[in-house]
């Protein structure tokens, strides 16, 4: 007897959130194809049963025309799906895709996906109360499954460290060790860790930016200041697992200062409680699903109040490991366990194979 298909956007690579996916869905036993698939091939239509889309509102940056023609060819995509009764996951990320210029076109979308959506899966505890945004009490009580965003310790358990970077990052004297690891985009605020970098330059303080650019001049822009600085070394690209091991051995602690007019989540926060590393970061989604004791969170009002609350938790979190760096060590080994008691890939496979079978049981093709 052949699987059901499930439709997944996107294509996994180079996503790791999105090959965790696959693998859950896989191990629900399910067969996947991807939206480029079944454009090219609409018979595949027939044998699905399940679509599961993440980043599905987001456009990226277009002129406008061609920005509303996505716009358009997108919510025909979920008429079409619906035409053929097949269930639909909405995956609620972000507030609003963190590049908007549109803002009033960006939330209509969200919204029609959320309320054409047959299950929306929020991936932390704050989407439900975030979500009232968009929709009604009433319908994120039918839709809403929590499915806190995954561990990404079962992807690098195996591997061995890359020598090449260890040469490269570390040395012999002792100094406070700040990374910032994800993808290099303006809304991740990567201008306030230079600023910080330039202001504790004479400290015992290194930091390493690392991770894959889209943008040549905004990677321009950030290493002239990291000459400038003297004290950040900078990867503008693809990072191997094998590096992202060794990258995180070397940290101390890991700064994730966003944009939270648009971030819920943070993978990358994620990540890091992964290697046992503490964060600082405003409050997110993501920060606010683990105890409060074991990072450095704060909030603030606007982009000079965030300096201001990232700074004071940058030189609390200094003070921490001049005291004794056992104390940062010991933050990352309790969010470890805490990332793995509640979110580790066993549980989180669970929940999806009980959110795929929800749907199934209810008749979802007739």
């Not at 067969?31 to 698939?37: A, E, G, R």
């Not at 306030?192 to 001049?217: H, V």
């Amino acid at each position: 007897m052949d699987k059901q298909v499930t439709i997944l956007f996107p294509a996994p690579a180079p996503n790791t959130y999105i090959s965790l996916i696959e693998k859950y869905i896989k191990e629900s036993d399910f067969d996947v194809v991807y939206l480029d698939d079944v454009i090219k091939n609409k018979s595949i239509l027939k044998k699905t049963v399940i679509a599961n889309l993440n980043w599905f509102e987001n456009i990226g940056d277009q002129n406008f025309f061609k920005y509303l023609y996505i716009v358009l060819r997108k919510i025909k995509y979920y008429i079409v799906l619906k035409q053929y009764h097949i269930k639909i996951i909405f995956t609620f990320h972000n507030m609003l895709p963190h590049d908007t210029k549109h803002k009033v076109i960006d939330m209509f979308l969200i919204k029609f996906c959320l309320i054409n959506a047959d299950k929306i899966v929020g991936l932390c505890d704050s989407s439900r109360v975030i979500l009232k945004k968009y929709i009604s009490e009433k319908i994120i009580n039918e839709k809403l499954c929590i499915i806190n965003h995954c561990s990404f310790t079962s992807i690098y358990k195996d591997l061995k460290k890359d020598e090449k970077i260890k040469s490269i990052i570390f040395d012999k004297e002792k100094k406070f060790h700040v990374l910032f690891f994800g993808l290099l985009r303006r809304y991740k605020n990567i201008e306030l860790l230079l600023q910080l970098a330039e202001e504790f330059k004479n400290e015992k303080i290194d930091f390493i930016i690392a991770g894959n650019a889209s943008e040549e001049k905004y990677i321009t822009e950030i290493e002239a200041k990291c000459k400038k600085c003297g004290n950040i070394k900078l990867f503008p690209r693809y990072i191997t697992d094998e590096e992202v091991i060794t990258i995180y051995e070397w940290a101390d602690i890991s700064i994730c200062p966003l944009n939270i007019k648009s971030s819920i989540n943070s993978g990358s926060m994620i990540l890091s409680f992964g290697f046992e590393t503490p964060v600082i970061g405003p409050e997110n989604g993501t920060i606010k699903d683990f105890p409060a004791k074991y990072n450095y969170s704060y909030k603030y009002k606007n982009e000079r109040d965030h300096y201001i609350k990232l700074k004071e938790k940058f030189v609390e979190a200094y003070h921490d490991w001049l005291n004794d760096p056992l104390i940062l060590k010991g933050k990352g080994k309790n969010l470890f366990n805490y990332l793995e008691k509640n979110f580790s890939y066993n549980i989180t496979c669970k929940k999806y194979r009980n959110l795929y079978n929800d749907l199934i049981e209810n008749n979802i093709k007739k």
